[in-house]
T-cell receptor, first 118, second 113 residues
Framework: GAVVSQHPSWVICKSGTSVKIECRSL??????MFWYRQFPKQSLMLMAT?????????EQGVEKDKFLINHASLTLSTLTVTSAHPEDSSFYIC??????????????FGPGTRLLVL | AQSVTQLDSQVPVFEEAPVELRCNYS??????LFWYVQYPNQGLQLLLK??????LVESINGFEAEFNKSQTSFHLRKPSVHISDTAEYFC???????????FGGGTRLMVKP
């Protein structure tokens, strides 16, 4: 149980293009999903928190117009990196919290998406 | 600001030896505590968690962690490690029932034959 998927797992794109990453909770409903960024050999950096049906809350220093987050349903959140540049290359990981056990604050993580912008 | 500290960035250990990965957090308010494991090029997998009750929690693969409120610690231990335990381990804390998890910097466990 509590499986989270991400698609794609790898993406390589040219500078200036936009990339959409999907995060799905497969066997539970998630009212809250989180998007993280991880640089090599470093910990996770929270980018934003998204709640189903409302606007995402971005962490300080994260450009909301650059990283568009949509949480349209209880099982799907998307992160779109707009006009991607090489400095956006990173490992992006999403997580989701089960609606039925949100009190536990447990987050279940997806496998991550590695983005390389040329 | 609330923080989580993992004192060791790398822990090399021989196979079948015991290991302890240290985690300290900054506040004594009510906390929920988690350990996650990350294998190369993968996301994080929940290893174990402390929410309430017994201060000693165990995972299915032999790891255990003990919540020590007075020392604000949640160290992870395993009495005998395997090569397959080689991975990055992250300690995470939810402070005061808040929405977010605060992560430590991670500890790379390297098990050598």
């Amino acid at each position: 149980g509590a499986v989270v998927s991400q698609h794609p797992s790898w993406v390589i794109c040219k500078s200036g293009t936009s990339v959409k990453i999907e995060c799905r909770s497969l066997d539970f409903q998630a009212t809250t999903m989180f998007w993280y960024r991880q640089f090599p050999k470093q910990s996770l950096m929270l980018m934003a928190t998204s709640n189903e049906g409302s606007k995402a809350t971005y962490e300080q220093g994260v450009e909301k117009d650059k990283f568009l987050i949509n949480h349209a349903s209880l099982t799907l959140s998307t992160l779109t990196v707009t006009s991607a540049h090489p400095e956006d290359s990173s490992f992006y990981i999403c997580s989701a919290r089960d609606r039925t056990s949100s009190w536990s604050r447990t987050q279940y993580f997806g496998p991550g998406t590695r983005l390389l912008v040329l | 600001a609330q923080s989580v500290t993992q004192l060791d960035s790398q822990v090399p250990v021989f196979e079948e030896a015991p290991v302890e990965l240290r985690c300290n957090y900054s506040s004594s308010v009510s906390v929920y505590l988690f350990w996650y494991v990350q294998y190369p090029n993968q996301g994080l997998q929940l290893l174990l968690k402390y929410l309430s009750g017994s201060t000693l929690v165990e995972s299915i693969n032999g790891f255990e962690a003990e919540f020590n409120k007075s020392q604000t610690s949640f160290h992870l231990r395993k009495p005998s490690v395997h090569i397959s335990d080689t991975a990055e381990y992250f300690c995470a804390v939810s402070y005061g029932g808040g929405n977010m998890l605060t992560f430590g910097g991670g500890t790379r466990l390297m098990v050598k034959p």
